[in-house]
């Protein structure tokens, strides 16, 4: 699939997701219940605001020591007989998962969540190379049966359809006779893929956290399905995103407590599983064979920048749940597997300004984002910092804005100027006032009364008042 | 108490009354108010947008008009907030971040000046009306002030105030975003709208002139009869029944 | 066991230090002490048995039944949970807490007499055979290595005779938790873990952490209780000291 996904242009794309009424009431009736359970599961700790900082501090300590826990990592994991490959890129994660694939002669591959695997597009690689593989997380399940349909959350990616258009996927696709009540759904789902997790050649999965100190990965889930994908297939691929690490044991702990709580209110998921290089001798179930696919992919460009916090993302979700341009537009309007506030900053650096350009700009800066990051990105002021690359770096902003601002430079720090611009806004505005307002404003102020009415300015500013009332010798 | 008024620009231009109820209420409450004239805007249009450059030269000028305030008081947090960011914004000269610094530890959005400063909850007030509050952004998540118009207007005589749901929800303002982001913006002002009508109210109160504009003009625009107040406005009020 | 390889680490590593602006670090690396550790303020003090009441509240909420006994009662109590899912076939642990806890009798005699079939998880039976065993078995029990009161969560580390498949495939999950075993929350279990490590002894291939059975709230967020993990799961809590 790759990171970007969906029409090409941004508007459109909007456009798409505002005429989409179920999708939008989904979504707001979703973000409710996360934010809800989010805010009771931070409640309950009584210190969330601590947890938050030793969260923010864990990832910035890891983040300043990365190659030397990535080090740690893979030593580990050799220690314990897995594989370890480091990719650079995309199409070297591809080549190197392919190329096991074929060692294997592997047939048929079962996944379970991952969104790095869909950043570097790794389903359609294999495919392409004759081998099926099969998505097994209920979402992506769903997604991938309704021909590749993209996900919109990347914790719930398929909350942009509803129960009767997953049954007609379910009919079309499998046959499927039932109604659609999610219980009977699900329990055909469940009959469906049982099989292929006993038959699947080889299983793949994400990572939510690797563990330094021991060479371990951990795996964050409600289903089962990952369990599944690491116990019965007889080997294993993990791909995990360069940055997704923690130095030891105690701080998976943290972190998986700050990831489950924000992402979906629960006090830890169904599983959380822990898993250490293949299986050990004399165990019976598990992988035979295990190979870890440590992905760069664009990440390592964040590095050494002032967007270096937006690697310290765990995937919760928290600030999607809380946007409310992501609430009014979904997912799919971003144009990227990451949504919202955490995909408007991430997309641009994994991908490229020039096709994200306006990524930066969908957000009213509201903070709401910032405020539910379980680690502290502040993620309003990353965006703030974009739309400033994109100024003086890229200078992308039109003609218009550049001149407009450099006028308000001008005008904004000369009083003179700035009484004078004051005074005649009221002027020029005021043979489009009606009744103390202006809804049909001229020039610059169209996109403004296309949409809403105007106050028009006072006759008399505030400030003449106020110097009529100075000379008036009414002062205290 | 001498008290420096930032009035902002939107308020200065678009909502002179409520510089003036701000001022009375001010000096009814014993402070000295002087309204530094040389005062243009925050700079926030240019800073929001990405142009740091330009706000430069727009926070020093304000760094320079209040330099002999002791107390700068604004009826705006989002305002006051970007007052606070000028220590950042202005980092890498260090004798004008030491003065951007003493500039955002003197400066206070109203409704904190007179609930942590003067220490006053009651100021009153009287209103009869029965309405409801918006929680500016910027004023809460930046600024952290949370409870402060709350505990002021639950002290306003016959003021019947409800709580507005989704008071989380941003209105769709942020500045340059309401007109870039025109019809996310409308969507979210409208689901402000919404929520307002939910709540029966015939009164709208904010604390910030940005988000009244645009929940007022829409409100207007889709010919609800919901009146749009600013929180100074209320509060020095001292309508009799 | 076979040793492992690396691939490509060399350059990966070195672009990374160069991105950050220094030498590559390749040891000397300490993990600061972190200014904050709320994670041990949590249930710090409680008795067993309050963490025993924490644990059985999170349980309601968490669709996990839990029952509460001593070892001599704990035969009865399994047989009853064993009655409640009407399962025939069985599949357990080959641990030696069974015959520890008095259940091996029951589970050799009792249950096959009862015309159950009830297979022990064996490390010289094929891979294959173990996994049909346990994909056909209608209950899995296991016994929680350590049990987390917060979350409601088992602890379990694999071995060889404590497959993975057998909390995993059977429909209903068993788990028998000894008292001596439950700790506050994921901090305890997790230290305890690095503690091992830290001494050089190896992590068991695969710790699952299992907080009930498995769900799903994919379809319209509406959650849905079991989905490819076990459907039903109830935690028997048995007195051991």
Known sequence: MGIRIGEKEFDKRVEKGLADSFMRSAVTEAQDRLRTGRLKA??????????????????????????????????????????????????????????????????????????????????????????????????????????????????????HKNKAQIRDVFRDKKG???????????????????????????????????????????????????????????????????????????????????????????????????????????????????????????????LGTEFQEALHCIRCAACINVCPVYSHIGGHAYG?????????????????????????????????CTEACPVKIPLHELLIKHRQKIVEEAKKTEASERFAMKAFEWVASTPSLYNMGSKAASLAMSPFTKEGNISKGPGPLKPWTEIRDLPAPGKERFRDWYNKREKGGRRK | MKVSLFVTCLTDIFYPEVGKDTVELLERLGCEVDFPESQTCCGQPAFNSGY???????????????????????????????????????????????????????????TEFLVDVLNEEDVGAAFHAKATYHTSCHMTRLLGVKDAPVKLLSKVEGLDLTSLPHGYDC????????????????????????????????????????????????????????KVMHIAQVLNRKEKR | MKKGTIHHQEAFLNHIADRLGRKRRTKGVKRPKWSTLPQWNVYQGHSPEQLVDVLKEQC?????????????????????????????????????????????????????????EVHVWDENRSRE???????????????????????????????KGKGRSVSLLPENYIAIIPKSTIVPRMTQAAHEIHKRVEKGDPVASCVNFISGPSNSADIEMSLVVGVHGPVKVTYVIVTDR
């Not at chain 3, 076939?89 to 015309?115: A, C, H």
């Open chain 1, 42 to 159: 931070a409640e309950e700790l009584g210190d969330w605001e601590s947890w938050r900082d030793l969260g923010e501090e864990i990832r910035h300590h890891t983040m300043e020591n990365l190659d030397f826990y990535l080090q740690q990592l893979s030593e580990n994991v050799a220690k314990r007989g897995g594989h370890v490959f480091f990719a650079e890129t995309a199409e070297k994660a591809n080549e190197y998962i392919q190329q096991v694939v074929k060692e294997k002669q592997a047939k048929k591959v079962i996944k379970s969540k991952s969104m790095v695997t869909e950043e570097i597009g790794m389903n359609e690689a294999l495919e392409d190379n004759g081998c099926e593989v099969i998505e097994s997380d209920l979402g992506e399940y769903i997604l991938q049966m309704d021909d590749q349909d993209p996900p919109s959350h990347i914790v719930a990616p398929a909350l």
């Open chain 1, 336 to 368: 990227s597997i990451y949504p919202g506030p955490i995909g408007a900053v991430l997309t641009p650096l994994l991908d490229e300004y020039e096709n994200n350009k306006e990524l930066p700009y969908a957000s009213s800066l509201c903070a709401a």
């Open chain 1, 176 to 302: 499927y006779v039932n109604n659609d009540i999610p219980e009977e759904m699900t329990r055909f789902a469940r009959e469906q893929l049982r099989n292929e997790f006993l038959s699947a050649d080889i299983g793949i999965t994400g990572c939510n956290f690797a563990v330094a100190e021991s060479g371990s990965i951990s795996l964050v889930t409600n289903e089962g399905n990952a369990r599944l994908v690491s116990a019965l297939p007889k080997t294993q691929i993990t791909v995990m995103g360069m940055e997704r690490i923690v130095p030891t044991w105690e701080e998976l702990d943290v972190l998986v407590s700050l990831l489950c709580r924000s992402a979906v209110g629960q006090k830890l998921t169904s599983y959380i599983t822990g898993l250490t290089g293949p299986k050990e001798d004399g165990d019976v179930d598990g992988p035979d064979e295990f190979h870890l696919v440590i992905v760069d992919n664009g990440r390592s460009n964040i």
């Open chain 2, 52 to 110: 740091h450059k330009e706000s430069i030269k727009v926070a020093k000028h304000m760094v320079k008009t209040f330099e002999g305030s002791d107390y700068v008081v604004t009826p705006s947090g989002s305002c006051a907030a970007m007052l606070k960011e000028y220590e950042k914004l202005l980092a890498d000269d260090q004798a004008w971040q030491e003065k951007a610094r003493a500039l955002g530890e003197k400066t206070y959005e109203l």
């Open chain 3, 60 to 116: 309601q909420s968490i669709h996990t039944d839990v029952e509460e006994t001593t070892i001599r009662n704990l035969p009865h109590v399994v047989s009853e949970v064993i009655t409640r899912y009407q399962g025939k076939k069985i599949v357990t642990w080959d641990d030696p807490r069974f015959e520890e806890f008095g259940l091996q009798s029951y589970l050799e005699k009792n249950l096959p007499e009862q015309g159950a």
């Open chain 3, 129 to 159: 055979k173990n996994i049909q065993i346990a994909e056909r078995a209608e209950i899995g029990i296991t016994f929680s290595d350590i049990t987390l009161a917060e979350s409601g969560t088992v602890v379990l580390f694999s071995d």
């Open chain 2, 171 to 226: 209105c769709g303002f942020g500045g340059t975003f309401s007109v870039k982001m025109a019809l996310i913006s409308e969507q979210m002002a409208d689901a402000k709208v919404k929520h307002i009508e939910e709540t029966d109210a015939d009164v709208l109160i904010g604390a910030d002139a940005g988000c009244l504009m645009n929940i007022g003009g829409r409100l207007r625009r889709k010919g609800k009869p919901v």
